[in-house]
């Protein structure tokens, strides 16, 4: 693993032509994704300022430009009109102000049908490494890029520790008002989210509160990331806990959560209906966050970045790493939130292949499984060694996943053994592989798992059990490696 001065990663990108070279280095590797957002050069972390505006979407991710590692983090802009295929439109943010002249961090984006705006966190040290997140705004100006206010909206409250950050902005219907949530920390390092709320987006805004959840005054020491949609009647509640471990997750300290319920606006109160649950059961998930302007009150839309913070991944040794999740469509039935990938994603999807126990680097696969215990292993050798390895238990329903027999082993320390809950069985699952991660969504999305993996030459190959069934399907290319920033 490359050690990386402070100098080195937060080294101020002043012409596209300085990294021109690494770009085409990386465009060489095997692991290049054909079909998932990837960052242009360096890493790619949380998506930021997902939504729609006048009919195309609009996503940035957090971009470290000059390799695998957190250092300087710039919005980076790419543009779909289907969710599916990806344009690389350049840099969107930039740390270019005292406010956040050491990054641009996370934060979201609401449209009103005329403007696009936006709101993400300046990240400010002084001299002494001293932190102060900004809340900032921006708006998409005439060219097509995000125009900053000369002043941010608020700074950090002092009855808050200096985690406070990624802004999520929603407007509630119901007493016209706009709110933005904040990820924060208590001084005495409990994680949280602070809410400020205006009349306006670009002005007026001022502090409303803490949100209670009630039975989670202490879970995590801190809340990034927090996004917050109705679906369908109910609210759903996204964030990403830090600092702590929780059950059935190995020995990782990022999560990713969400809990169905009722968010009440006047006391600031979200009344989960129940427990938690993990948005992904995968090793590799974090910083979800859904789109604004959605217009179905029946549906989200969801993006994730499919890696950890704290984590290395082999690409590191190629000086990039990172990707998006592909698009999801979250629906809530019955009191459960089901994921889906998005139906456009059937563009893509070709002719059947041959299911002759050999994978192609990029594919969908369908699987249909019939009772009783089941097995599929991914990216086995040849012998039907190794690989990804899962196994569904029907006595415990449950799936366990074991990605410690691949060649390229990676963050073992964290666990490369998971197991989820599948209360209702295994029937199907769907899944998406492409040339450095594998998402699987079962029995109609009740439960995904997202994970990095690293194939070399000998090892696209499957074993399945003989209750498992599986079409095969090609899947093209939607996003290109252009070099654009
Ligand atoms: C989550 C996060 C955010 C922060 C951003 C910085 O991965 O730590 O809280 O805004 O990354 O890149």
């Not at 979201?108 to 997140?133: C, K, M, Q």
């Not at 125009?147 to 406070?164: A, I, M, N, W």
């Not at 600031?268 to 992904?280: A, I, N, Q, R, V």
């Amino acid at each position: 693993m490359r050690e990386w001065t402070l100098e080195e990663r937060y080294r101020v990108l002043q012409d596209a032509e300085e990294i021109r070279g690494l770009h085409e280095k990386i465009c060489k590797s095997v692991y290049r994704q054909t079909y998932h957002v990837q960052p242009v050069t360096g890493l790619s972390s949380d998506p930021n300022g997902f939504t729609c505006h006048k009919g195309k979407w609009h996503l940035f991710y957090q971009w470290c430009p000059w390799g695998a590692v957190h250092g300087l983090k710039y919005w980076y802009h790419v543009t779909s009109t289907d969710l599916v295929h990806w344009t690389n439109e350049g840099v969107g943010l930039k740390p270019d102000t005292f406010y956040d002249n050491k990054g641009t961090h996370s934060g979201s984006a609401i449209s009103d049908g005329e403007e696009l705006y936006f709101f993400y966190t300046g990240n400010h040290r002084d001299e002494n490494w001293v932190r102060t997140p900004y809340t900032c705004a921006a708006y998409l100006d005439a060219e097509g890029k995000p125009k900053k206010l000369p002043e941010p909206l608020f700074g950090p409250r002092p009855d808050y520790s200096e985690h406070q950050r990624d802004p999520k902005v929603v407007y509630n219907e119901k007493n016209s008002t706009y709110y933005i949530f904040i990820g924060a920390q208590t001084l005495d390092k409990k994680g949280t989210v602070l809410i400020y709320s205006s009349k306006e987006l670009l002005s007026g805004w001022s502090f409303a509160g803490q949100l209670h959840v009630p039975g989670y005054e202490s879970f995590g020491g801190m809340w990034e990331c927090p996004y917050i949609v109705n679906i369908s009647g109910r609210d759903l509640l996204i964030f990403s806990p830090q600092y702590t471990k929780l059950p059935g997750r190995a020995e990782s300290t990022n999560h990713n959560v969400y809990m169905i319920g009722t968010m009440d606006y006047d006391t600031l109160t979200f009344t989960p209906d129940g427990e938690y649950h993990y948005l992904d059961y995968g090793f590799d998930f974090y910083a979800a966050q859904g789109a604004s302007n959605v217009g179905d009150p029946d549906k989200a839309i969801l993006i994730s970045w499919i890696g950890l913070p704290d984590n290395h991944y082999p690409t590191e040794e190629e000086d990039w790493e990172g990707s998006m999740t592909l698009a999801r469509e979250l629906r809530i039935k019955d009191g459960r939130l089901l994921q889906t990938p998005v139906e456009s994603i059937s563009s893509i999807i070709g002719e059947e292949l041959p299911a002759d126990g050999t994978l192609p680097a990029a594919c969908a696969v369908e699987v249909n499984v019939s009772a009783g215990d089941a097995d599929l292993n991914l990216f086995t050798r040849a012998d039907g060694s190794g690989g990804m390895r899962l196994h569904y238990s029907d006595a415990e329903k449950t799936c366990t996943v074991d990605r410690s027999g691949m060649n390229k082993r990676f963050n073992e320390k964290v666990g490369e053994v998971l197991t989820m809950p599948l209360p209702d069985g295994l029937s199907s699952i769907r899944i998406f592989i492409d040339r450095s991660s594998v998402e699987y969504f079962f029995n109609d999305g009740e439960a995904t798992f997202t994970s990095h993996c690293y194939p070399t030459e000998e090892e696209f190959n499957y074993t399945a059990s003989d209750n498992v069934s599986l079409k095969i399907r090609s899947i093209r290319p939607s996003v290109r490696d252009d070099f654009a920033v």
